[in-house]
Structures are given as structure tokens and as C-alpha cells.
């Protein structure tokens, strides 16, 4: 199974390295130690570093590799630096046995030769929903499993709904959602918050309306394109949305929703807690699409995959550690752990649902949702991402129209990708 890796240097060299910090390391059998590879100890990354030693997340980390006959050393970096270190010990030929990755990086380390695809490690995917799924494909071959996956819907506030006479059912498409923030604000209160901000959370924001026109990231100047960008301008400019959206994060998002005034926040799964902890009533409808349906909203969450190993007989007790993760009670475990992840399968569903049938409308959002680098993307993506962002801080700022703004994301992306 091993494969060509001269990728690997080109692209170490286009992401910057920083100071990298683990909340754990310790000795071991590594990955290039050799030794018995049923035995001793196997090697797990994943980006959780707020979920220490004595965390359940470690513990389950811990029973895979027990159940497997090994130990698993475990080591958390942030998002980033993980990415960045996967790259670096690919080259140094000292990658770990397991990494648990934002789904957008599974292209970036695929592309390089460094990652084995779920078919060579014997692993059966087939009841992995297609479009959580094809977050990890490229060119055709799957390089991991998701362990679950979160994404964006509406957050609403009941008490300011019931004060402008708006029914939430009502919202099925851009003209009711419109409709309902023009009622919102008439009875003195604000209408929505996003996050716009000039980076990857703006684009993931924009992406549900992008796509629910019928937009696709290979042309960001199409009309559709043009026409989801003109409704986030419209919301600012009748002052259906603040101003502070241009600067918004996805966490400025929620902390202007929970003072009360606001509508609707666009925001995740990851908040369903926080919601049910606020001093008013709230609830959720879908991300509509401009002419109804639920729109695609793009996914969030991590990937198990397999970096490639010297020693190909370390990959059995791999794959059992990996099985042992994403089950169907697995893929529930991990969602009560994190309290925010869908299960990526229909009977991982099922049993979330059965203990928390409140999480409905979330598991059909995901299955709505879509994956950042599907349609053959992979690593043009993130290329394709900051142009889409710069284009939306150009619009709502007002310095370019959504036309002028998008014709000049789509040069730079032609530019960037060619």
C-alpha cells in the first residue's frame, strides 16, 4: 500500500508552520518503531485538545485500541497545526496510524499520496451517507469515514416571532424568509444575523444561499451566484441585518442572537444547547432555497483516515481500531460525546433520534448538506473559498456591486486554480 509521496514537499511548502502545541505525548511503538504490529502502541492525532486525559472522548480512544489488543497514544493539536504536522511527518516519513481530520484537509493530505483509501484498508462504507461521504473523495477513491457531521439551519426566536405575527412554518423560500424580516422589523425588532467575516466561516455561511440558488463553485459570477449575494445585500441595506455582519464571526453570531432582539441567527448544530439554555424560546427552520426546499448547507466535522505506514502489517489492527469507531452505537456515542454531531448513517440516526427526537430537523439538514470540496474540488477549494469571501466583504461593504464583486472572485479563482 505504500505510494508515491513527492507531492509531499510542494505541499508542506505552500502551508505555513506554527508553533504547535499537544495537550499529550508520551514514548512508544510508533508507526516507523517496528515491533509487533498487534501489539504495543498505535498512534492517534485528532484536533480535540479541549478533551484532555480524563475526558470520555479519551476513553474512547482508549477502549478501540484495547479491543484491538494495543494501546493508543494520543496527541491533540489545533485544527490548523494538525494539518500541518500530518504534512510534515508524512515527508519525515513518521506519520501516526490514525488522524481524525477537518473533512475540507482529507483532500489536501489525500492529494500528496500520503493517506490509503478506505478500499485498501478493507474498510466497507456503504452505508455512509453519499454526500457526508464525498467530502473525502478524490478522484473517485474514499480516504476515510466521517465520525459524524454538523452543519447550518435558522435559529429562531419564538417570543419576537409571536410579537410580529410571523408562523416559522410560513418560511419556505427567500420571498417568505424576506416576507417574515420585513414583519420583524415593522414591529421594532431585528431581523437576522450571519457571519460574514473575510474568512473560511463567511464563506461557509454564504455557501447555503449560494447553493440554494442553484450556484455552483466553479463559476462565481454565475446569475444564480449573483443573485444570492444581492439577497444578503438587500437584508443590509433595508436593515434587515446589522451592519456588523461584514465582521461577524459564527460565535458573534450567537452572542448577538442570545441578547433577544434578533429573529434569526444562521448558525449550527454545535449551539443546539446553548439555544435550549437561552432566556427565550427557540427553535429551527431549514435553510431554504430561493424557490423552497431545504437548501444545501455545507458539512462540518472530522474524518477518521489512515495515514500510509512503512510496515504495511500495522493496517490490520488499524482498520479494527477505525471499525470500532464508526459502528452505528459508535457514531451516536461520538454525537452525545461532542453533543453537536449527526451520525453519517441512517441507522446511526435512528438511534440518536430515538434518544433525542428533538435533533430531527438537524439529521435532516444534514442530509441535505454537502461537502466544501465535493464536485471534484479538492484542494482548489480553499483557493475558490477566499475568493467567494473577498467578494462578499467587497459587496456588503459596498465597495463593488454583487455583479462587480463576483466577476472579480471568479478571475482571481481562475487565476489561483490554473
Request: charged fraction near 15%.
Given at each position: 500500500?505504500?505510494?508515491?509521496?513527492?507531492?509531499?514537499?510542494?505541499?508542506?511548502?505552500?502551508?505555513?508552520?506554527?508553533?504547535?502545541?499537544?495537550?499529550?505525548?508520551?514514548?512508544?511503538?510508533?508507526?516507523?518503531?517496528?515491533?509487533?504490529?498487534?501489539?504495543?502502541?498505535?498512534?492517534?492525532?485528532?484536533?480535540?485538545?479541549?478533551?484532555?486525559?480524563?475526558?470520555?472522548?479519551?476513553?474512547?480512544?482508549?477502549?478501540?485500541?484495547?479491543?484491538?489488543?494495543?494501546?493508543?497514544?494520543?496527541?491533540?493539536?489545533?485544527?490548523?497545526?494538525?494539518?500541518?504536522?500530518?504534512?510534515?511527518?508524512?515527508?519525515?516519513?513518521?506519520s501516526p496510524d490514525i488522524i481524525l481530520l477537518d473533512n475540507?484537509?482529507?483532500?489536501?493530505?489525500?492529494?500528496?499520496?500520503?493517506?490509503?483509501?478506505?478500499?485498501?484498508?478493507?474498510?466497507?462504507?456503504?452505508?455512509?451517507?453519499?454526500?457526508?461521504?464525498?467530502?473525502?473523495?478524490?478522484d473517485g477513491a474514499a480516504y476515510g469515514i466521517p465520525i459524524g457531521a454538523n452543519t447550518l439551519s435558522l435559529y429562531y426566536n419564538a417570543d419576537v416571532l409571536d410579537d410580529a405575527g410571523v408562523d416559522p412554518a410560513s418560511i419556505t423560500d427567500w420571498e417568505t424568509l424576506t416576507a417574515a424580516l420585513k414583519d420583524v422589523d415593522e414591529a421594532g425588532h431585528r431581523g437576522i444575523t450571519f457571519a460574514g467575516i473575510g474568512t473560511e466561516e463567511g464563506t461557509f455561511q454564504f455557501l447555503p444561499w449560494f447553493w440554494g440558488a442553484g450556484a455552483d463553485l466553479g463559476q462565481l459570477d454565475s446569475p444564480e451566484a449573483v443573485e444570492a449575494l444581492e439577497l444578503w445585500k438587500t437584508w443590509l441595506d433595508e436593515g434587515y441585518a446589522p451592519n456588523s455582519v461584514i465582521g461577524n464571526s459564527q460565535n458573534t453570531v450567537w452572542e448577538e442572537f442570545l441578547t433577544g432582539d434578533f429573529a434569526f441567527a444562521e448558525n449550527g448544530t454545535w449551539q443546539v444547547n446553548s439555544a435550549a439554555e437561552a432566556d427565550f424560546d427557540t427553535g429551527i427552520v431549514q435553510l431554504p432555497g430561493r424557490d423552497g426546499g431545504v437548501a444545501p448547507a455545507p458539512t462540518g466535522g472530522e474524518f477518521i483516515v489512515a495515514p500510509v505506514q512503512s510496515d504495511d502489517a500495522r493496517y490490520e489492527v488499524t482498520r479494527q481500531i477505525v471499525e470500532c469507531m464508526t459502528t452505528p452505537e459508535g457514531f451516536v456515542e461520538t454525537a452525545n460525546t461532542f453533543a453537536y454531531y449527526i451520525p453519517p448513517t441512517a441507522e446511526g440516526q435512528e438511534q440518536l433520534l430515538a434518544d433525542s427526537p428533538d435533533l430531527e430537523p438537524w439529521v435532516t439538514a444534514v442530509q441535505n448538506a454537502k461537502g466544501r470540496t465535493s464536485d471534484g474540488l479538492g484542494t482548489d477549494y480553499p483557493l475558490i473559498s477566499e475568493a467567494l469571501w473577498t467578494a462578499v466583504q467587497s459587496a456588503l461593504s459596498g465597495a463593488e456591486s454583487p455583479q462587480d464583486a463576483l466577476e472579480t472572485a471568479q478571475d482571481a479563482a481562475e487565476s489561483a486554480t490554473s
Open positions: 500500500m505504500n505510494r508515491n509521496r513527492t507531492a509531499l514537499a510542494t505541499a508542506t511548502a505552500l502551508v505555513a508552520v506554527g508553533a504547535l502545541a499537544a495537550c499529550s505525548s508520551g514514548g512508544g511503538t510508533g508507526p516507523g518503531d517496528g515491533g509487533d504490529a498487534a501489539s504495543g502502541t498505535y498512534t492517534w492525532w485528532d484536533p480535540y485538545p479541549q478533551h484532555d486525559g480524563s475526558s470520555d472522548w479519551e476513553q474512547r480512544a482508549q477502549q478501540c485500541g484495547e479491543d484491538a489488543g494495543v494501546t493508543i497514544e494520543r496527541t491533540a493539536y489545533d485544527t490548523t497545526a494538525l494539518t500541518n504536522q500530518a504534512l510534515l511527518a508524512a515527508q519525515e516519513g513518521t475540507p484537509a482529507v483532500s489536501t493530505l489525500a492529494e500528496t499520496g500520503m493517506l490509503t483509501t478506505v478500499d485498501e484498508l478493507g474498510l466497507d462504507t456503504s452505508a455512509i451517507d453519499e454526500n457526508l461521504l464525498d467530502a473525502g473523495v478524490v
